[in-house]
């Protein structure tokens, strides 16, 4: 059975940076394409960035082009979320998501990944 286990998560301030690590185990990661969403109280899941099995293929949100990076170690096993300047709307809950890659295009809907680890909270003050 698949496995995600998010970490790095916390209270930050605005204009700051964290970076979010996704542990997988259970099934032969570099055949996953990987994704991070997040979740804020009162809104729908919103896709983040997402990452194509060889590491080579990215794509983000609109909300955080240019701030968040998202990378893969395959020989960890470990897909990351690197998170700059950093403002209070980014505070939501962090979920890692996978799922086998099935073609060239990066899914960027919930509905299409199969695997969720169970999220990481990450706070960012004022």
């Known amino acids: 059975q698949v496995q995600l286990v998010e970490s790095g998560g916390g209270l930050v301030q605005a204009g700051g940076s964290l970076r979010l690590s996704c542990a997988t185990s259970?099934?032969?990661?570099?055949?996953?394409?990987m994704a991070w969403f997040r979740q804020a109280p009162g809104k729908e899941r919103e896709f983040v960035g997402c990452?194509?099995?060889?590491?080579?293929?990215?794509t983000y949100g609109d909300s955080v082009k240019g701030r968040f990076t998202i990378s893969r170690d395959n020989a960890k096993n470990t897909v990351y979320l690197q998170m700059n300047s950093l403002v209070p709307d980014d505070t939501a809950v962090y979920y890692c998501?996978?799922?086998?890659?099935?073609?060239?295009?990066?899914?960027?809907?919930?509905?299409?990944?199969?695997?969720w680890g169970q999220g990481t909270q990450v706070t960012v003050s004022s």
């Open positions: 259970g099934g032969t990661f570099s055949r996953y394409t």
């Open positions: 998501a996978a799922t086998i890659i099935t073609g060239l295009a990066l899914p960027r809907g919930v509905y299409e990944y199969t695997y």
């Open positions: 990452i194509g099995w060889s590491g080579f293929t990215r």
